[in-house]
T-cell receptor, first 114, second 118 residues
Framework: DTGVSQDPRHKITKRGQNVTFRCDPISEHNRLYWYRQTLGQGPEFLTYFQNEAQLEKSRLLSDRFSAERPKGSFSTLEIQRTEQGDSAMYLC????????????FGPGTRLLVL | AQTVTQSQPEMSVQEAETVTLSCTYDTSESDYYLFWYKQPPSRQMILVIRQEAYKQQNATENRFSVNFQKAAKSFSLKISDSQLGDAAMYFCAYRSLNYGGSQGNLIFGKGTKLSVKP
């Protein structure tokens, strides 16, 4: 169990550019979540995958956002035509189906849109 | 929709003392999980403690314990013998077990920043 990893840890981009983040969940965790955390707030749910299927999307996930989880392993979150309001920490979490169903979080990707 | 409220933006405690962080939530569901997560500065969020709503007994994990009052929809976290390493943001979170309405995502409060004074 190597934990949830995310890459990159930090990203600075100019408004209008596209960015892509990667999340590697704990191996054998079939459920994967993306959250967004802005300064002074708790994380807010963006989207959820069970294996490779994206089963739920928050209304926060505008058309500029897209997420994938090919083969049910790592996941990517892409933001197109970034806006300053997209500046936030993007967190990934994973969990298994059974057991105590705890979500384990990655270190996050901090995005700054200039 | 469920909501989670943490009414204390900041708290402070002396090292070795006890502190209690408050959390209330609103839900019409009877089965759910509640969590406390800790987020140290620039470090990842880690689980502190969890409580299943169907369990009457309050959860404990070493120096951390909760006071779960289901009827009052209250879920406070008590940290005993506070240590410098306890300084962090603490988030209370709710998770529905109603799979028809959600897929297990967490609903977080805004957090409480805990400072520990030496």
């Amino acid at each position: 169990d190597t934990g949830v990893s995310q890459d990159p840890r930090h990203k600075i981009t100019k408004r209008g550019q596209n960015v892509t983040f990667r999340c590697d969940p704990i191996s054998e965790h079939n459920r994967l979540y993306w959250y967004r955390q802005t300064l002074g707030q708790g994380p807010e749910f963006l989207t959820y995958f069970q294996n490779e299927a994206q089963l739920e999307k928050s209304r926060l996930l505008s058309d500029r956002f897209s997420a994938e989880r090919p083969k049910g392993s790592f996941s990517t979150l892409e933001i197109q035509r970034t806006e300053q309001g997209d500046s936030a920490m993007y967190l990934c979490a994973s969990r298994s189906t059974g057991g105590k169903e705890t979500q384990y979080f990655g270190p996050g990707t901090r995005l700054l849109v200039l | 929709a469920q909501t989670v409220t943490q009414s204390q933006p900041e708290m402070s405690v002396q090292e070795a003392e006890t502190v209690t962080l408050s959390c209330t939530y609103d839900t019409s569901e009877s089965d759910y999980y509640l969590f406390w997560y800790k987020q140290p500065p620039s470090r990842q969020m880690i689980l502190v403690i969890r409580q299943e709503a169907y369990k009457q007994q309050n959860a404990t994990e070493n120096r951390f314990s909760v006071n779960f009052q289901k009827a009052a929809k209250s879920f406070s976290l008590k940290i005993s013998d506070s240590q410098l390493g306890d300084a962090a943001m603490y988030f209370c979170a709710y998770r529905s077990l109603n799979y028809g309405g959600s897929q297990g995502n967490l609903i977080f409060g805004k957090g409480t920043k805990l400072s520990v004074k030496p």
